[in-house]
């Protein structure tokens, strides 16, 4: 599980070809959050907490179907706002919870539940 640095992730599959890399929530969000907060992303101020709920709502889907569902009732949102989820759904075995089998979903061993 890492954050989505890209030089992190080559290396990973480098090393463990075979391995699912899993992005880790809290980063995700994090990355999410400050792309809503450029003005440039095209959200208006006013909307920015209302799009990361949006956001959160396709991360923590309990299942696929679900989570296809509300990104298709998204695609009427903002054109930057629908093309930056687009881009993550190409990837999001990597970070939406309903393809983990892991008890966690940060990086940070602190966060995790016991036993991990």
Not at 43 to 59: D, H, I, P, T
Not at 73 to 102: N, S
């Amino acid at each position: 599980m890492t954050d989505d640095c890209e030089a992190e992730g080559a290396a990973i599959r480098q090393v463990w070809s075979s391995a699912n890399r899993l992005l880790c929530t809290f980063h995700l969000g994090q990355a999410a959050w400050r792309w809503l907060r450029q003005t440039s992303s095209g959200v208006a101020e006013g909307k920015r907490q209302q799009r990361m709920k949006e956001f959160r709502s396709l991360v923590f889907s309990s299942t696929r179907e679900s989570l296809d569902r509300r990104y298709c009732d998204l695609k009427d949102l903002e054109q930057k706002f629908v093309e930056y989820l687009r881009k993550l759904m190409l990837r999001k075995e990597e970070w939406a919870h309903c393809f983990r089998t892991v008890g966690h979903h940060t990086n940070n061993i602190v966060e995790a539940p016991s036993g991990y």
